[in-house]
Nanobody, 120 residues
Framework: QVQVEESGGGLVHAGDSLQLSCRASGPSINRYRLAWFRQAPGKDREFLATCNWSGGDSIYDDSVKGRFTISADSAQNTVYLQMNSLKPEDTAVYFC?????????????WGQGTQVTVPS
């Protein structure tokens, strides 16, 4: 069973930086691609960023491009999200997702999320 666990959230001031971590474990975890999402109160969960286990092939949503950076440490099975210049609108629960696609199947696992709060 694949498990995904986020950490690193907290309460920060506008303009501050914060780094989130997502550690994944389980069989064939290196065949999964990890991605970061967030969900603000009353809003849908939205995609933020993803990369491969080498930290390459990174893709960002336009809303965070230039402020957030995703990276990976394959030896630690951990993906990071460095968030800079945080704004009140970044307040949300941040989730990590592990996904693997085979020819006909898709396997998706989510973490419990970590809260990031940026007071206005």
């Amino acid at each position: 069973q694949v498990q995904v666990e986020e950490s690193g959230g907290g309460l920060v001031h506008a303009g501050d930086s914060l780094q989130l971590s997502c550690r994944a474990s389980g069989p064939s975890i290196n065949r999964y691609r990890l991605a970061w999402f967030r969900q603000a109160p009353g809003k849908d969960r939205e995609f933020l960023a993803t990369c491969n286990w080498s930290g390459g092939d990174s893709i960002y949503d336009d809303s965070v491009k230039g402020r957030f950076t995703i990276s990976a440490d394959s030896a630690q099975n951990t993906v990071y999200l460095q968030m800079n210049s945080l704004k009140p609108e970044d307040t949300a629960v941040y989730f990590c997702r592990a996904r693997r696609r085979t020819g006909t199947d898709e396997y998706v696992y989510w973490g419990q999320g970590t809260q990031v709060t940026v007071p206005s």
